[in-house]
């Protein structure tokens, strides 16, 4: 299955305020001097925040506590069919996320006029205002434009997922994660645990479905949900999730889990990739590996 040459998808990368913006990232507007500012987001005790970035002054702020704050590492928003549309009093369904408060409430990526600039930031889903970072301090502006993603309905199709026993054959349609040292198909399956939703490496043939905790103790399970019947893709990982990737579950604490595979020598295996971590973990044998480098399933535009 090959990716959709037309479509570039939305994608965060990392990056340095000192660093020229990566190719194709989301403009968002112009400083008071006419200087372009680009979409960013930060991490900032725990929140995920958007930032208004200019290459030209080196600079990358954003706004929390009713402060502006400075940052020198962030992630560009780059590619993807945005635009932006006028804030009408209610979220649009697709309203590009940023990320999430520690509090668990979803930040969307708004841009405002203010004293000769137009500037990204801050809504959250429960209000209806914007907020800037400008002048070292916080502004709440009530007019504003909020970015949307016009292939939200290619990206965010519903997911088939059947619930089956381990030891029963995998459904028809299931999606191949990879294959073990001997060859048996890996699908790619998903398990309740302690109330988190994750990865599961399932191989029917061998009546296996295990999984890690939060602890990376390996655990057996008996049933599982495998993932059927999706136009999806592995890709490689790049150091940020793509907003394409496709969402295993929740962890108890809120956060997205989503779905990995690394190439290694006893085959190839799934699991599972938290929001916050960035890293794929899975089961091997016995034991819970970590690993850095890594493939990440995402939503296909098709063949």
Same mark, same amino acid.
């Given at each position: 299955m090959k990716r959709c040459a037309v479509l570039k998808y939305l994608t965060w990368l990392p990056r340095k305020n000192y660093q020229d913006p990566p190719e194709g990232t989301v403009l968002a507007g112009y400083d008071s001097d006419q200087s372009p500012i680009y979409v960013g987001r930060v991490m900032y005790e725990g929140n995920q925040l958007p930032a208004k970035v200019i290459p030209r002054k080196q600079l990358c702020h954003s706004q929390y506590n009713g402060e502006e704050i400075e940052m020198i590492s962030y992630e560009a928003l780059c590619h993807g069919n945005v635009e932006w549309v006028r804030f009408r009093g209610t979220i649009p369904a697709n309203a590009v996320v940023c990320g999430r408060l520690i509090s668990g409430e979803v930040v969307h990526i708004g841009r405002g006029s203010?004293?000769?600039?137009?500037?990204?930031?801050?809504?959250?889903?429960?209000?209806?205002?914007?907020?800037?970072?400008?002048?070292? #301090?916080?502004?709440?502006?009530?007019?504003?434009?909020?970015?949307?993603?016009?292939?939200?309905?290619?990206? #965010?199709? #519903?997911? #088939?997922?059947?619930?089956?026993?381990r030891e029963q054959p995998a459904p028809k349609g299931a999606i191949l994660a990879g294959r073990d040292f001997n060859g048996c198909p890996i699908y790619v399956g998903r398990v309740q645990h302690d109330g988190n939703r994750f990865v599961g490496k399932v191989i029917p043939s061998r009546q296996i479905c295990d999984t890690t905790d939060e602890g990376g103790n390996v655990i057996p399970k008996l049933s599982y949900e495998a993932l059927c019947d999706a136009e999806v893709e592995w890709v490689k990982f790049e150091g940020s999730i793509p907003t394409d990737a496709v969402e295993c579950g929740r962890d108890r604490h809120g956060g997205k889990i989503f779905i990995g595979r690394c190439h290694c020598r006893t085959g190839i295996i799934p699991g599972t990739v938290l929001e916050a971590e960035k890293k794929l973990r899975f089961v091997k044998g016995t034991e819970m590996k970590v690993e850095a480098e890594f493939e990440i399933l995402v939503y296909s535009c098709g063949n």
């Open positions: 203010h004293l000769g600039s137009l500037t990204p930031g801050r809504v959250l889903s429960g209000e209806k205002v914007l907020y800037i970072p400008f002048g070292w #301090n916080e502004i709440r502006i009530t007019d504003f434009e909020i970015l949307i993603d016009n292939d939200f309905k290619v990206l #965010n199709r #519903n997911l #088939n997922w059947i619930h089956t026993k």
